[in-house]
């Protein structure tokens, strides 16, 4: 018997997390044992477990998860211990830890470079005495890079990554105490753009969404062997010096100039930025997950020096260089050539310009999404010299698939893949276009995939967080954007186009659309079905409620007809049987947005149950006039009327049909496909369930007709 994966709030040893109560959560493997005849949980100060602060025993229980409500202490280390006993008397134990986020209470003062360019923040401080503990905490905006004492703090990327900055500012937490020098340490932080004040958006994107200036707070809380404290912190006793990289963004790449040598310090500005908006991190660390080696090295028909590294990522590549070097980044080929023209205006790569000493070398404050790497350099291309490198939010694999089938597995393997290189902080459609938003109708048709896959809980809370954060800004709409973009038409990026660059912002500006906002409901639930965390569901319940609320009132508003039949919906978004020139699927909007409508509704139900609430009936009793509204509009005779694959699989999936009806429409639905050569036409509605429908009402063969059908 052995006690394995232990986490805390679905994360192994998080440190400095926003933690509203503890839950301790524990695998128990080589045992035949069903129940355990105890289960016993500790939770101390220290880790000789002789300062405990909460204890819980189960007796004949198959639990494999407890929750605490503790009052837990700022930036202390607290030291768990997970006890099993099995009914052969057979005792095991296993030890972890978390360490918690400072408190409100902030004494530093958020700083911006005196410079006009980009900027490294410098903090010069003696250390003489022995130290018990040291934690940092910290925020940069957009993006920064720690280091004390040129040791590059806790290897996270794009720290602190993509949230709602008008709602609330991430700041993260370090254990410092190895990174400390006896006598002079010097903290560095270099500051970068990022998604806070670089360009980002759509076709082009706006500047300066959240700020249009640097800055930076952190305090370093030092308690001494001696009983002692110290508070290190950003103030006007800062300098800055100018950084070796002279350009920076999501979209634009990156450029780093190493003959810069001036190492003049210049004093720093205090910011009025509201310190209330700090609050512990909910982001998952940004880390290189995989690092790949080309795979071929080639000179295309057109000259150009091509690095193939086999495999679609998205990161950033890291090499060794003395001079010049610039790089491009593509995904395909075209006619053998370098491609990248599908970038739209994210095309500038990575530029390097060295000083003859060889470094290893890295982009600091963006990232790309490629396969190709064009290659310009006055040094000897040597492929060895480069690594591709894979940046993901660091979620643990719950377990894989492998089928007799090679390319049924190179499916589920580009699947795979895709979570990876979409969940950098936010699940966004894509990693290489000045795009690379968080929509919400990708997140939610894909989440309970991700979750399948990954353990994306704590991914999900930190876009639910945001989701809720940009729901209270307006009485609960949900934007098909999250985090939602703000822009304002003097600050788009290409200002000879500022019709294209209203029509960008109106897009923005539009919500309650489904079925992105149903991703409201829909993540919440299925984070709850992957985790049993009710008090994730009771956080995330919000977000539910004020998304149906909404949909209730734009019914009324539009008639109280238990439809949503007004406005505009994605509805069956990208359907292969849209008319030409639009990306609308043929499938009625308004009968796709009802059922989402239901479906919302009835989730709410759902999880007011769980959570004893009392609007439970209502939302139950809402949800059956929906359906009968869905009938009494959509459904003839027992045959949906909506004639389309997806049309039939949505009235059987959601359970809109009544028993001895579903039979007759799942025979319609086969018709549509045998008569479209066994190939879908469904999109982005009717695509996750076309399958399931068939498989589970007697045409297996049929769905693995159209799993393998290569055309």
């Known amino acids: 018997m052995d006690i394995t994966n232990l986490k805390v709030n679905h994360m192994h040893h998080p440190v400095g997390f926003s933690m509203d109560y503890v839950l301790i959560q524990w695998n128990i493997t080589n045992t035949a044992d069903i129940t355990m005849k105890s289960v016993e949980v500790t939770i101390s100060k220290d880790k000789h477990f002789t300062d405990i602060v909460d204890k819980k025993v189960l007796n004949e229980t198959n639990q494999t998860q407890l929750q ?28 972890s830890y978390f360490i918690t986020p400072k408190s409100k209470n902030w004494q530093a003062d958020f700083i911006t470079p005196h410079l006009p360019e980009y900027a490294i923040i410098l903090k010069d401080f003696f250390i003489e005495k022995n130290i018990k503990s040291a934690y940092l905490s910290i925020c940069g905006l957009g993006l920064y ?25 991430q700041f993260q937490t ?42 930076l707070i952190f305090e370093i809380y030092i308690q001494y062997s001696d009983g002692t404290e110290e508070i290190i912190k950003s103030d006007k006793e800062c300098d800055c010096m100018k950084s070796p990289i002279v350009s920076n963004g999501i979209y634009d790449g990156e450029k780093i100039d190493m003959t810069i040598k001036d190492d003049h310090k210049e004093a720093v500005d205090i910011l009025e930025i509201d310190k209330s908006l700090l609050v512990p991190r909910y982001s998952l660390p940004i880390c290189i ?27 950033w590549i890291e090499f060794k260089a003395k001079n010049k070097t610039s790089i491009q980044f593509g995904e395909i080929l075209q006619d053998d050539c370098f491609y990248n023209e599908n970038y739209r205006t994210a095309t500038f790569g990575f530029c390097y310009i060295g000083d003859g000493i060889e470094r290893y070398i890295r982009p600091h404050f963006t990232f790309y999404g490629f396969r190709y790497a064009k290659i310009e350099t006055d040094d000897e291309i040597d492929m060895n010299h480069f690594e591709a490198c894979l940046m993901t939010s660091n979620m643990d694999d719950t377990g894989y ?58 991914f999900y809370h930190k876009y639910l967080h945001d989701m809720l954060c940009e729901q209270k800004l307006d009485n609960g709409a949900v934007p098909n954007v999250i985090p939602a973009p703000k822009p304002k038409i003097e600050n788009y990026a290409w200002q000879d186009k500022l019709e294209l ?75 292969l049987d849209a008319k030409p020139g639009t990306p609308i699927g043929a499938t009625d909007m308004y009968y796709v947005a009802s059922i989402f409508y239901y479906y919302s509704t009835l989730l709410v139900s759902y999880a007011a149950k769980i959570l004893q609430l009392p609007e439970e009936k209502y939302y139950q009793n809402h949800a059956s006039l929906i359906r009968k509204a869905i009938r009494n509009q959509y459904i003839d005779n027992g045959i949906v009327n909506v004639d389309t694959q997806t049309g039939y699989v949505l009235a059987v999936y959601f359970h809109i049909l009544e028993k001895d009806e579903i039979q007759q429409n799942v025979d319609k639905l086969v018709y549509k496909i045998r008569e479209n050569h066994n190939k879908l036409q469904t999109g982005f509605v009717g695509t996750p369930f076309l399958n399931f429908v068939l498989s589970q009402n007697g045409y297996v063969d049929l769905a693995y007709d159209l799993l393998l059908n290569e055309e």
């Not at 609320?549 to 069956?572: R, T, V």
């Open 68 to 95: 605490f409500h503790t009052d837990l202490e700022s930036l202390t280390k607290y030291h768990f211990m997970v006890k099993v006993i099995d009914h052969e008397d057979i005792e095991k134990k296993q030890m």
């Open 145 to 169: 890079e720690a280091y004390l004492n040129d040791k590059f703090i806790n290897h996270e990327y794009l720290m602190p990554g993509y949230h709602s900055y008008d709602t609330h500012l």
């Open 289 to 315: 997950k995989k690092r790949i080696k080309p795979i071929n090295y080639f000179i295309s028909p057109k000259g150009e020096h091509i690095l193939d590294f086999g495999q679609n990522l998205t990161g």
């Open 401 to 458: 698939i492998e089928t007799g089938h090679q390319k049924v597995n190179q499916l589920l393997s580009n699947i795979r893949w895709s979570q990876m290189d979409n969940f950098l902080d936010v699940p966004t459609d894509c990693p290489q276009r000045d795009e690379r938003l968080g929509w919400s109708g990708d997140a939610q048709i894909f989440s309970g995939t991700a979750l399948f896959n990954m353990n994306a809980i704590q």
């Open 501 to 575: 660059g209203q029509q960008v912002i109106d897009m923005f500006k539009n919500k309650n659309i489904c079925p992105w906002a149903d991703a409201a409901t829909i993540i919440p639930w299925n984070v709850y079905q992957f985790s049993g965390d009710k008090e994730l569901l009771k956080e995330t319940y919000p977000n539910m409620k004020m998304w149906v609320d909404n949909a209730i009132k734009m019914d009324e508003e539009s008639g109280q007809n238990y439809l949503l039949d007004s406005g505009f919906h994605f509805a069956d978004w990208l359907a």
């Open 174 to 215: 370090y254990d410092l105490k190895e990174y400390f020098n006896q006598g002079k340490n010097i903290l560095k932080v270099m500051l970068g753009n990022g998604w806070y004040k670089g360009r980002l958006g759509f076709d082009g994107g706006f500047y300066n969404l959240y700020g249009d200036k640097l800055a």
